[in-house]
Structures are given as C-alpha cells and as structure tokens.
C-alpha cells in the first residue's frame, strides 16, 4: 500500500479576514459568518518562480517592497466594472460513454482607464515572464496560494490579455479591457492564502523618470526630471539619486545643487564633454515613492 501523502492535500486554507490564521478544508460546521474577501481592485503579477519564502515574509511589507523594487512583482493599475467570465467544463455524453472535450476556466474581465503611457506600459506584461498573479481587494486583503513548504506565491496565469484601448466617448474615458485566464482554479479553491494588512493600498509600481538637458558646459550641467508620463516634474532628487559618467562609462566625481525654482538641476565639476551621460542611480525611493530612469541624458556640451 503506498501511505504517501500528496503535498498539496496537506496544504491549508490560511485566512486571516476573520481574525483567525489556519482553517483545514475539512468540516462544514458554520455559525453563518463565511470569510469573504472584497472585489478585486488591483492585481500584482509577480515574475515566473517568484515566491515568498515563508507565511511572515508575505504579511511584511518590506519584503514586498523589496520585491516591487527587485521588479520580481509589478502592480498593474486600478482595476474597476469586475466581471467573471467562467466557462464550465463540456462534456461529450453517448450513453456510458462520458468525455471532458473542454475543461472549466477561470477568466476574470476589468476595465482600467488609462492614458497612453500606461495602456502601453500595461501591454508589455502581456505574454511575458510574469506568469502568477496576487490579488489585492478593495477590503484590503491580499490574495495568494499557498504552495509545499510553507511558501507562498501568486496564482498561475493561462494568459493576461490586454485589449485595444477604446477611445474616449462622451459618456465615458479612454478604457482598457483586461481579461484574466487562470491556468487552475482549483490552485486557489484548494490552496487559499488570504492576509488583511493595513499597507496593501500603499503599495504602487515604479515611475518613470525622464531627464532632460537644459545646458551644459565643461564645469556645468544643468537638467530637468519629469515623471508621471510627461506630466510632472520632479524636484525632489538627492545627490545620492543621481551618477555622472564619461564617454567611457566611469563615473565622475561632481557636485550636486537641488532643483531650484524652475525645477533645474546642477551637477559642476571638470571636463564635461559630448558623451557624458546623467542618470538616476537604479530604482530610488523618495516619500515612499520608487522611481527609475527610462534611459541616461547624454550630454550635448
């Protein structure tokens, strides 16, 4: 007789929203309060493989942090108008004869509204290696599975679709339609983790920053930091956020001066010729904020 045990029968429902942690999908005893999560509101797709380690590392904030700046999880955008789009599994049927030709699926529609900047950014995760997907609600619970070991991960994708943006009409603003396939549904059903924190809304995906020269001289280079697709300038970057570099990729030793009133930069220093470039230094947080250069300035002196 094989007394193995399949891991995934062992796993537990984890559920924090009322109050407790573990319940076994076992009994059906009920005082008639369930443990309902709220609507969906946004979705966090994390890259193929990632995982939190352990049940502490997904309720900490700073791990999500940490893996929102690793670019391991990306927040996607508000979603609203939430419909499920399930399909039930056909059978063919011919007397005894019984054959699944279609099994069940999971699939979950919302609409973002989104200018052009971020329905473009929103398609690059679409067919792409970010293959699981967490779930935050508007009752700010987060959404996982659990998985052997006592890890925790993002429920498998069948397929992230992003539609055509729809242009605006008089009723209503520019939308995108997102379909969510799920490659299980039983990987949830079976093997929920569901936590309340109080930070879920705060967690947001990294802004793009543009530098822009504005002059330039041997001892002088001064730029300006927009972000928020064009729409808004940044003046809030240290020393520490920017890196100067010679033609040949080296980094200099500058002088840093803050924006001032007009959002204008400075770095100063020696030799600055064609080719020196300026960026942000990798993904910098301000105010609880990440932001990252989309490409270095190359300096035009």
């Excluded at 990306?74 to 419909?83: F, N």
Aim: with cysteine; aromatic share 10%.
């Amino acid at each position: 007789m094989n007394n193995q045990i399949s891991p995934f029968i062992v796993l537990l429902v984890i559920n924090e929203l009322c109050g407790g942690e573990n319940s076994k999908p076992k009994n059906t005893g009920s005082n008639g309060v369930e443990c309902l999560e709220g609507v969906l509101e946004r979705l966090f797709v994390a890259r193929s493989g990632f995982q939190f380690p352990t049940f502490a590392d997904f309720k900490d904030k700073d791990k999500w942090l940490d893996a929102i700046e690793a670019k391991d999880i990306v927040p996607l955008y508000t979603a609203y108008t939430v419909a499920n789009a399930n399909t039930d599994a056909t059978t063919f049927t011919a007397g005894t004869f019984s054959y699944e030709t279609s099994p069940a699926a999971k699939i979950t529609t919302y609409e973002s509204y989104l200018g052009f900047c971020s329905h473009a950014a929103l398609k690059s995760y679409a067919n792409s290696g970010y293959t699981q997907v967490f779930e935050l609600n508007n009752d700010g619970s987060i959404v996982g599975v659990n998985v052997d070991g006592g890890a925790v991960k993002g429920q498998d994708l069948q397929r992230l679709g992003v539609g055509i943006r729809q242009r605006p009409v008089p009723d209503k603003p520019a939308t995108t339609l997102v379909t969510v396939a799920y490659k299980d549904y039983n990987q949830l059903e079976d093997n929920a983790c569901v936590i309340k924190p109080t930070w879920g809304s705060e967690l947001h995906g990294i802004f793009d920053v543009h530098l822009t020269q504005v002059s330039a001289s041997a001892t002088s280079i001064k730029f300006k930091a927009i972000t928020d697709c064009g729409n808004r300038p940044l003046t809030s970057l240290v020393a520490g956020d920017i890196v100067v570099k010679n033609a040949a990729g080296v980094v200099q030793t500058v002088t840093f001066v803050p924006a001032d009133g007009d959002g204008i930069y400075e770095v100063t220093g020696t030799g600055f010729a064609n080719g020196f470039t300026v960026e942000i230094d990798g993904v910098v947080t301000i105010v609880a904020t990440m932001y990252e250069g989309d490409e270095p300035l190359i300096v035009a002196v």
